[in-house]
Nanobody
Framework: VQLQASGGGLVQAGGSLRLSCAGSGSILSLLAWYRQAPGKQRELVAS???????EYADSVKGRFTISGDVPKKTVSLQMDGLKVEDTAVYYC??????????WGQGTLVTVSS
């Protein structure tokens, strides 16, 4: 599976960005966005399963919205009300029904104060 992410950039606090990811290859059961800030561990931001179930990290609930089509291997992350602490490299993640993970290249999101 290949995952291609796009949409990162520089935005002021309070602004919005939209990340997109498109994949190809094997059938997936879940698509998600992770992020990794400098000096911190990679963390789950939001996930979308093939049954339509969605999960968000507590830190982004109410501000970020994940959408997409898992069978078509497309997923987006609408990020509103961005905060400085949202600054990180964001990674698109896909998982097969056998839990094999795949990662796209990271896209940098920088939120300035």
């Amino acid at each position: 599976v290949q995952l291609q992410a796009s949409g990162g950039g520089l935005v002021q606090a309070g602004g919005s960005l939209r990340l997109s990811c498109a994949g190809s290859g094997s059938i997936l059961s879940l698509l998600a966005w992770y992020r990794q800030a400098p000096g911190k561990q990679r963390e789950l931001v939001a996930s979308l399963a093939s049954d339509g179930s969605i999960e968000y990290a507590d830190s982004v609930k109410g501000r970020f919205t994940i959408s997409g089509d898992v069978p078509k291997k497309t997923v987006s992350l609408q990020m509103d009300g961005l905060k400085v602490e949202d600054t990180a490299v964001y990674y698109c993640h896909g998982r097969t029904i056998l839990y094999k993970p795949y990662w796209g290249q990271g896209t940098l999101v920088t939120v300035s104060s």
